[in-house]
C-alpha cells in the first residue's frame, strides 16, 4: 500500500461519517415534519441523538484505546452507526415514537467515534511533524465540508423524492465509511499483561485533559466559545427577520460553513505548521471580531458577506484543536482525550443553543454581541487555563516557541501505519 494511502483513505471514511451525522441533525426534523406534520417528535429524537455523545465520550474512548484490533472496532461502529439510521428512517412516524427514539438513543452512543474518535486515528496513520499538523489541518476541513454538504444533500433528496430516502442516503453514506475504516492500515495493538482497568483508564483520560495544561486551556476556550457557537443558529434566523429576510438564516450559517470550510483549507495550503496556540488564539479574536462587525451590519448581503469572514476565521480553531490534543494527549490515552474533548464542546454548544432559547426576545444584534464576547473571552480564558503547573512526570521544555518555530509540545510515535 502506497505511504500515503492510509490517510487519504482515512479522510474519505471521515468525511463519509461525518456528512451522514451533519446530515441527520436536519433529517430527524424533516422526517418528522413529512411523517407526523409537526417537528416536536423530531425534535426529541434529535435530543436523543446528541445526549449520548455527552455520556458516552469517556467509555467510547476508553474502550477503543484498550482494543488490540482497532480496524474491526471502528468498522463496527460505524456499520451500527449506519444501522441506526437506517433504522430511524424506517421506524420515524411509522412505529410508536418511543422505539424511534430508542433507536436514535442507540445511534447516539456511536456518535462519539464519529465526531472524536477518528480523528484521534490521524496521529496514528500520519508520522509526526508537519505532514501531520497538515493533515489535521484536512481533517477540520473535512468537518467543515460536511457540514456544508450533509444538510444541503438531505434537503435535495427530501425535496426531489422523500425525507425517508434523504435519511437512507445518510445511512449508505455512513455504511461507505464503515467499509472505508475497514481497510485502514491500522496494526494489531501487542497485548499488554499489566494494563490497568477500565475504570482507571477512564479516570486516567479525564486526568490527561486536566493536568496536561495545553490540553487543559484548548478545553476551556473551546467550550466557552462553543456556548456562543451553539446558539449562532437560532440567532442568525433572528438576525435575518430583522433584516427583512425571513428565510435567510439558513442562507447566514451555510456562508459561516463555507468560510470556516475554506479557512481550513487555507490552512492546510499554506499555514500547517503555525504553532496551534498562536493558530487558536487568533482564530477566536478573529471570529469574535466579524462577529462583532455582523451585528452592525447596515443590510442583509453585507451581513452574509460577515458571516462568510466569521465562518473562515473560525476554521482554523478545530485545526488547532485536533493538534493540541494530538500532541499533548499521552499516546495510550489519546482517543478518550479526542472523546472527552468532542464530548464537552457538544454540551456546551447544546447550552448556548438552550440559552438562546431562553434569551430569544432580546435584540438579535444584542444576541450576537453576546456570542462575539464569548470569542473574545475565550482568549483569556485559554491563558488563565494554562497557567496551572504543568503535568507531574511531564517531558517538555521551557514554554513558548522552540528555536524551530514550532510549539515545545510532545509529540506522540505513531503506533502503526
Known amino acids: ?175 461507505a465509511a464503515a467499509l472505508l475504516a475497514a481497510a485502514l492500515p491500522l496494526r494489531q495493538a501487542p497485548p499488554s499483561p499489566s494494563a490497568p482497568t477500565l475504570r482507571a483508564d477512564l479516570a486516567a483520560g479525564l486526568a490527561a485533559v486536566w493536568r496536561d495544561r495545553e490540553l487543559r486551556g484548548i478545553t476551556a476556550a473551546t467550550c466557552l466559545a462553543h456556548v456562543g457557537i451553539g446558539g449562532l443558529t437560532g440567532t442568525a434566523v433572528l438576525l435575518a427577520i430583522s433584516l427583512g429576510h425571513a428565510g435567510g438564516g439558513g442562507v447566514l450559517m451555510t456562508a459561516s460553513a463555507v468560510g470556516a470550510l475554506g479557512g481550513s483549507l487555507a490552512v492546510a495550503r499554506w499555514l500547517p505548521s503555525v504553532p496551534a496556540r498562536t493558530m487558536a488564539v487568533a482564530s477566536l479574536a478573529a471570529h469574535g471580531t466579524a462577529l462583532t462587525a455582523a451585528a452592525f451590519a447596515p443590510s442583509y448581503p453585507v451581513c452574509v458577506a460577515l458571516f462568510a469572514v466569521a465562518g473562515a476565521a473560525d476554521g482554523p480553531l478545530l485545526a488547532a484543536t485536533l493538534r493540541v490534543r494530538a500532541d499533548h494527549a499521552p499516546p495510550r490515552l489519546r482517543t478518550q482525550v479526542f472523546t472527552l474533548g468532542a464530548g464537552l464542546k457538544i454540551t456546551a454548544s447544546a447550552a448556548g443553543a438552550a440559552l438562546t432559547g431562553a434569551a430569544a426576545s432580546l435584540r438579535p444584534s444584542l444576541l450576537l454581541l453576546a456570542i462575539a464576547a464569548l470569542q473574545f473571552a475565550a482568549v483569556p480564558v485559554y491563558g488563565l487555563a494554562r497557567s496551572g503547573r ?19 509540545d510532545q509529540r506522540v510515535t505513531p503506533s502503526g501505519s
Open 390 to 408: 504543568r503535568r507531574a512526570g511531564g517531558t517538555r521544555g521551557p514554554a513558548g516557541p522552540s528555536p524551530s518555530g514550532r510549539e515545545p
Open 1 to 175: 500500500m502506497r505511504p500515503d494511502a492510509g490517510p487519504r483513505l482515512y479522510l474519505a471514511a471521515s468525511f463519509a461519517a461525518r456528512l451522514a451525522e451533519e446530515g441527520m441533525s436536519v433529517g430527524l426534523v424533516l422526517l418528522a415534519v413529512e411523517r407526523t406534520g409537526s417537528a416536536a417528535q423530531g425534535a426529541f429524537a434529535l435530543t436523543a441523538w446528541t445526549a449520548p455523545h455527552v455520556l458516552a465520550a469517556p467509555l467510547t474512548g476508553g474502550v477503543a484505546a484498550r482494543a488490540r484490533r482497532p480496524r474491526p472496532l471502528y468498522a463496527g461502529a460505524l456499520a451500527g452507526f449506519a444501522v441506526a439510521i437506517a433504522g430511524v428512517a424506517l421506524l420515524m412516524g411509522r412505529a410508536p415514537a418511543p422505539a424511534a427514539f430508542a433507536v436514535a438513543l442507540a445511534g447516539g452512543a456511536f456518535g462519539p467515534v464519529v465526531s472524536g474518535g477518528l480523528s484521534s486515528l490521524v496521529a496514528v496513520l500520519v508520522p509526526e511533524g508537519g505532514a501531520r499538523d497538515r493533515a489535521y489541518a484536512l481533517d477540520a476541513a473535512g468537518y467543515n465540508a460536511a457540514s456544508v454538504a450533509g444538510p444541503a444533500i438531505v434537503g435535495l433528496v427530501t425535496a426531489v423524492a422523500s425525507a425517508g430516502a434523504a435519511a437512507l442516503a445518510m445511512a449508505a453514506a455512513a455504511g
